[in-house]
Every structure is written in structure tokens, then in C-alpha cells.
């Protein structure tokens, strides 16, 4: 009784799995094939290289940062945040949108997490391939600016959000 039981555990295992190997190799393609050329530089993406020049190189941290177009200033945490990131690829743009990318491909396993526990395997599945999938999302995902990390938040944020209705408080942390 006791090895059936076993076996049809491994049975869910290999299959959770599999499925998540499929994930990951198509968010993996999409995000990362050719990466070099499928990415632009903005005038976002220039004026935030400015300012974090201006924090690794001149060693002023800006406390303030330039309004966008709509009036609003994003504030200098994520600026701050970032120039590591900046300091340690030499400033270089390509090496930059691997760090877009890496967030895009954890949202993935985020998205197939969230679907599974608010609708089981074939929901989680679906969303994470339609995410990973999709070359728009892809293309940019790989841009990297303030919104990056947004959709693996957010898919956290929802993880937590259920669990903790279902009575589990320890998921607070990921709100």
C-alpha cells in the first residue's frame, strides 16, 4: 500500500517537473536568444544612466531625482538600488538587460505558482507558458527600469494574499 502511494507521489512530482523544465526553457529562449539585438535604448533608460553615473562615479548619491514626463519623480531608492548593478557591467547597456531578463524568467515561476495554487496544475501551466511565451512580454522584459521586478511582486503579492485567507500567516513576508 505504502509504494503505490510513493509512486503515485513521484508520478506528481516528475510531471510538476517536466512542466516546469517546458517553463523554463521557453522563457529562457525568448528572454535570452540573441539578446544583444533585441533591445533599445530610450531616453528612460539615458537619463537614469546619467544619474547613476553621477552616483558610482562621482560618489554623490542623488536624493532627488528628475520628474518624468508625468510630473512624478521616482524617488532615488531604486536608483540606489540598481547602481551595483551598474558599477559591476561597466556601465555596458548589454550586460544591463540580463538583470531585466532574470526578473522576467523568476516571474515565470511565480506565474506557474500563483496558477496552480488559485486553480491547479493546468491553470498554473497555462499562465506561465502564455507569459513566457509571448515575444512582446519578452521584448520587454528585457529592458531594465523601475518596473522590471513588477510582475514577480505582484504574483507574490497574490500568493500571499491567498494563503493568508486560507489561514497560513507565515506568507505575510511576501506581501
Known amino acids: 500500500m505504502k509504494l ?47 544619474i547613476i553615473r553621477h552616483i558610482v562615479l562621482d560618489h554623490h548619491p542623488s536624493l532627488v531625482t528628475p520628474n518624468v514626463a508625468t510630473g512624478l519623480g521616482l524617488g532615488s531608492l531604486y536608483h540606489l538600488l540598481v547602481a551595483p548593478w551598474y558599477a559591476v557591467t561597466n556601465f555596458q547597456p548589454e550586460k544591463l538587460t ?40 519578452a521584448l520587454f522584459d528585457r529592458r531594465l527600469w523601475a518596473l522590471s521586478p513588477n510582475v514577480f511582486l505582484f504574483s507574490l503579492g497574490i500568493i500571499g494574499l491567498f494563503k493568508i485567507i486560507n489561514g497560513n500567516s507565515k506568507y505575510i513576508y511576501f506581501l
Open 4 to 50: 503505490s502511494i510513493i509512486r503515485i507521489g513521484l508520478k506528481g512530482v516528475r510531471r510538476d517537473f517536466l512542466l516546469i523544465a517546458v517553463l523554463l526553457f521557453v522563457a529562457a529562449f525568448f528572454r535570452f536568444f540573441s539578446i544583444d539585438d533585441f533591445q533599445y535604448w530610450s531616453d528612460d533608460e539615458q537619463l537614469m544612466w546619467f
Open 98 to 137: 540580463l538583470l531585466g531578463s532574470v526578473f522576467a524568467f523568476l516571474s515565470v515561476l511565480t506565474i506557474y505558482w500563483c496558477g496552480k495554487i488559485l486553480g491547479g496544475r493546468a491553470v498554473g501551466f497555462s499562465a506561465g507558458f502564455l507569459y513566457a511565451a509571448s515575444f512582446m512580454s
